[in-house]
Each structure stands twice: as structure tokens, then as C-alpha cells.
T-cell receptor, first 112, second 111 residues
């Protein structure tokens, strides 16, 4: 089984719909992150969390919310999806600030 | 705004050659530098990290860091077609709480 699991792998949704992307990990890492990747723009941080009671906004948090249900679970919600939220979304984990990330396999989201 | 700049490429090298990938960053307080490889449609995979000025070697990969010039590079020796991917440079911010990514350099190794 993968260390960092994202569901769903692919999702097509309509404008205005609420959608949740889920991430779970077996790494035992405290730090979890949500990024989106767009062609030409690279990976941009949406939210991050260092423990269950810690939630922090990244550089592009508008239109998104998150929930850290447990140390191993970190969910990203789009409250009212819009087409420019069409992107590849990655969840990532790390153990310490100077350690690299372990990425999930990604969720390809299309908003029509 | 923290900036991490990479030449988007595409960079093409023949099989067996040395591929050189470059990255500059804007935050002088950055302490940790990472290189990720991302195959098309896949997630990024960590291949190298470096914290100190100088060179760090791991197999066919060498990371080079020059903090004074705010420059980090990745050399791939004896390039193989399987090295064809996009390479992402990542730099941590001065608080260490998050990493900033470049847009990536696309590398193609021609058999």
C-alpha cells in the first residue's frame, strides 16, 4: 500500500458543487500539506498542518478549506467549485522542517 | 513572495552525457534545498537534498549549492532515457515551515 493515499484519483465536477479531496498517510508524519499544480505555475501551497489542532493558510487558500481529522488524515474541500480550480492536487507529508516531502499520487480535478 | 526560478527547458541531452539543471532562489534565509523528479502524470519523487555549500554526490546525481550566489544545481552523469522527466527545485522559507517550488525543467535523454 502507498505511504500517502489520495482519493479520488480523478474527479469531474460541476461549477458550484462542493467537493472534498481526501488524504491519508501511514508514514507517521506530523506535517501534512495540500498543493495544486498547474502547467507553467508549478506547485503552489494551499494549506498545511503540523498537528491535529494546527491549520495554516498557504499562498492560495482562497476558495479552499481543510480539516485535519487525525494525525493521519487531512482533507481539502472546495466549497463552491469554479473552473479555474481545475488542476492536479497533491497531498504531501514530512517529518521535520528540513526533511523532504513524500507526495501522494495526486487527484486530477476538472471543474466544468 | 519567495521566488524559485528554473529554466523550463526543454533540455535535451544524448544518452551517456551529463545533464545540468539549474535553480536560483530569492530568500537568503533558506537553509534546505531539494531536487524532485516528476514523470509525466506522476507525483514528484525526492532524489537529492543539500544543506551546505559545496557538492553532494549520490550515485549518478550531484547537487551543488552556492548560498552566496543563491544558486543550486543538479548534475546527472551518464544520463539514461529513464532520466527523462521534469525536475523540480524546492527551497524552504526562512521559517522552515514550507517549501517553495520552481516550475521545473523538462529533461529529455535521447537514446
Amino acid at each position: 500500500d502507498a505511504d500517502v493515499t489520495q482519493t479520488p484519483r480523478n474527479r469531474i465536477t460541476k461549477t458550484g458543487k462542493r467537493i472534498m479531496l481526501e488524504c491519508s498517510q501511514t508514514k507517521g508524519h506530523d506535517r501534512m500539506y495540500w498543493y495544486r499544480q498547474d502547467p507553467g505555475l508549478g506547485l503552489r501551497l494551499i494549506y498545511y498542518s503540523f498537528d491535529v489542532k494546527d491549520i495554516n493558510k498557504g499562498e492560495i487558500s482562497d476558495g479552499y478549506s481543510v480539516s485535519r481529522q487525525a494525525q493521519a488524515k487531512f482533507s481539502l474541500s472546495l466549497e463552491s467549485a469554479i473552473p479555474n480550480q481545475t488542476a492536479l492536487y497533491f497531498c504531501a507529508t514530512s517529518q521535520y522542517s528540513n526533511y523532504g516531502y513524500t507526495f501522494g499520487s495526486g487527484t486530477r480535478l476538472t471543474v466544468v | 513572495q519567495k521566488e524559485v526560478e528554473q529554466n523550463s527547458g526543454p533540455l535535451s541531452v544524448p544518452e551517456g552525457a551529463i545533464a545540468s539543471l539549474n535553480c536560483t532562489y530569492s530568500d537568503r534565509g533558506s537553509q534546505s534545498f531539494f531536487w524532485y523528479r516528476q514523470y509525466s502524470g506522476k507525483s514528484p519523487e525526492l532524489i537529492m537534498f543539500i544543506y551546505s555549500n559545496g557538492d553532494k554526490e549520490d550515485g549518478r546525481f550531484t547537487a551543488q549549492l552556492n548560498k552566496a550566489s543563491q544558486y543550486v544545481s543538479l548534475l546527472i552523469r551518464d544520463s539514461q532515457p529513464s532520466d527523462s522527466a521534469t525536475y523540480l527545485c524546492a527551497v524552504n522559507g526562512d521559517t522552515g515551515n514550507q517549501f517553495y517550488f520552481g516550475t521545473g525543467t523538462s529533461l529529455t535523454v535521447i537514446p
